[in-house]
């Protein structure tokens, strides 16, 4: 298994409040992205990193913004979560050379 | 714009028998296609994979057939187990590695 944490794996919120969700990799991967799973969509991505403090926006990004400051982390942070922001969130890892990803457990948060 | 789509949120199997799971998209931009496969509560995992220039992919008793004038392509489960109850997302890979997923299909195969 590839060696991605996140953190924390649940997670209630209200709204109005910031969160911030944490995904960790031991594997030195140099791409590193944040998912967001809803019933009817799949998966969608949020944002992406390409290295260390290299991101870009993903289909999904109004309300969330990621930081990288090692290669190691890769935080999602929702400034003021909202109900619709209610789901489940995915990191995933990849290297330059595959187009393969390696998937997280995955965090549920709920905005109430 | 649903760029990948998968039209069966659901498809139940016989032990034994084959699943067809079907996937359409309309990027023609996609280098390659995957298959991943999500068990409840875990992250997804990667199946098969297929690139843009092929039209068949073995591995095991998975299959991936691409068919590339209609748009179409299509993961065959042979013989099905009820180890293979999962959802099953088809994704579309463009340059940089960027995934785009569709809406997952719900196999169950029954004992």
């Known amino acids: 298994d590839a060696g991605i944490t996140q953190s924390p794996r649940h997670k209630v919120t209200e709204t109005g409040t910031p969160v911030t969700l944490r995904c960790h990799q031991t594997?030195?991967?140099?791409?590193m992205y944040w998912y967001r799973q809803d019933p009817g969509h799949g998966l969608r991505l949020i944002h992406y990193?390409?290295?260390?403090?290299?991101?870009d926006k993903g289909e999904v990004s109004d309300g969330y913004s990621v930081s990288r400051s090692k290669t190691e982390d890769f935080l999602l942070t929702l400034e003021s979560a909202t109900s619709s922001q209610t789901s489940v969130y995915f990191c995933?890892?990849?290297?330059?050379?595959?187009?393969?990803?390696?998937f997280g457990p995955g965090t549920r948060l709920t905005v109430t | 714009d649903q760029q990948v789509k998968q039209n069966s949120p659901s498809l139940s199997v016989q032990e034994g028998r084959i699943s067809i799971l079907n996937c359409d998209y309309t990027?023609?931009?996609?280098?390659?296609f995957l298959w991943y496969k999500k068990y409840p509560a875990e992250g997804p995992t990667f199946l098969i994979s297929?690139?843009?220039?092929?039209d068949k992919n073995e591995d095991g008793r998975f299959t991936v057939f691409l068919n590339k004038s209609a748009k179409h392509l299509s993961l065959h489960i042979v013989p099905s187990q009820p180890g293979d109850s999962a959802v099953y997302f088809c994704t579309g890979e463009t340059s940089g590695s960027r995934l785009t997923f569709g809406e997952g299909t719900q196999l169950t195969v029954n004992p």
């Open positions: 594997e030195n991967h140099r791409y």
């Open positions: 297929i690139s843009s220039i092929k």
């Open positions: 990027n023609s931009m996609f280098d390659y």
């Open positions: 995933a890892i990849s290297t330059i050379r595959s187009y393969e990803q390696y």
């Open positions: 990193s390409y290295g260390v403090k290299d991101t």
